[in-house]
């Protein structure tokens, strides 16, 4: 099924993020459904993101912060024993990596290594949770679980807004390859080292991604004006984002969301939680440019491909 080619809307350039009741899509006829869906798709045409409620549980999100903080408070020896061995991305990521001031603990859908050295999936790698903290990993995992659900509805509804069939992303994400990153941003007494920062801006690699953050601000995105906004934190309500892959996927109209997290203005600054869901298409997916009456402007590319050339630094633009 091809989209319908559509006159593109007038870009109103904003200062607030939208807010968007993600209930009556759950649980709507198709009519809510496309009502909720074409909320959506304004809200990345004039923003380029957007807040959902009733989307995740916030009682959820408020024990996961608390597992947060208390695994982030063990001793560094007790953390570095689940540190992410080199080539990997599950485990603990000590502060200080790349000059980024944070820490972070990684992790994503629970696999197993078999006797031949793979995972009986095929895909992945094992999760690194420590031990003796049989609740961290339950709360993680359950978390993970509701993230993977909420995405999958989200999908629905960008595909929705992109008059295809609803299951045209979710038709890419079978392997439930996706990530999971709790960070810390400890608490800076005085200004940071020349080069040093909290997270310089850059967009995420795959389709979409879900932040929760806690009531310390930081987290800026950047709208189609070139201006920063601030994202703060609003209860019961997850910050959705677009990433680089679904940028390609869409062919501009659904581009991805700069977004950074500055130095605090004011020393010594209060440490600061943040937990981001990451959704990317499987390994071996094609991701083509939708067809409409546009000259694509990417060539296809597999997830893999893209994100091997990403963090290798070996990705040059490909945009015609």
């Given amino acids: 099924m091809n989209p319908i080619k559509e006159r593109e809307p007038q870009v109103i350039v904003s200062t607030q993020i939208p807010v968007i ?7 709507g006829d198709i009519v809510a459904k496309q009502a909720v869906a074409d909320r959506i798709s304004c809200a990345i045409q004039e923003i380029g993101c957007f807040y959902l409620e009733n989307c995740v549980p916030q009682t959820l999100v408020d024990q996961v912060f608390a597992q947060a903080q208390s695994f982030f408070a063990l001793p560094q020896e007790e953390k570095n024993q689940v540190k992410l061995a ?7 990521v000590a502060r200080g990596k790349k000059r980024v001031l944070l820490e972070a603990f990684n992790f994503g859908l629970d696999v197993t290594i078999n006797e031949a050295g ?3 999936q095929g895909f992945g790698e094992p999760n690194r949770w420590p031990e003796n903290q049989k609740e961290f990993r339950q ?9 993977r659900d909420a995405s999958f509805n989200i999908l629905q509804a960008m595909a929705i807004a992109l008059k295809l069939p609803e299951s045209y992303f979710t038709d890419f994400h079978i392997e439930r390859n996706f990530n999971t990153s709790i960070n810390h941003y400890p608490s800076l007494q005085q200004t940071p080292s020349p080069g040093e920062m909290r997270f310089a801006e850059h967009t995420d690699y795959g389709s979409i991604t879900l932040i929760f953050q ?3 601000a930081g987290l800026e995105v950047c709208n189609d004006a070139g201006e920063w906004i601030a994202a703060p934190f609003l209860p019961g309500k997850v910050l959705v984002i677009l990433a680089d892959l ?7 109209k659904f581009p991805a969301t700069k977004h950074r997290v500055p130095l605090p203005s004011k020393f010594p600054s209060n440490p600061r939680y943040s937990i981001i869901y990451f959704e990317s298409p499987d390994y071996d997916a094609e991701i083509s440019c939708l067809e409409s009456n546009a000259t694509p402007n990417y060539p296809p590319i ?14 040059a633009s490909e945009k015609k």
């Fill in 21 to 27: 009741d993600f209930h009556p899509f759950m649980v």
């Fill in 86 to 92: 080199p080539g990997t991305s599950r485990g603990y």
């Fill in 118 to 120: 793979v995972t009986p």
């Fill in 139 to 147: 709360l993680l995992l359950e978390f993970f679980t509701t993230c």
């Fill in 214 to 216: 806690d009531e310390i």
């Fill in 246 to 252: 679904m940028q390609r996927w869409t062919n501009d």
């Fill in 302 to 315: 597999r997830t893999h491909e893209y994100i091997n050339q990403i963090a290798t630094g070996s990705y």
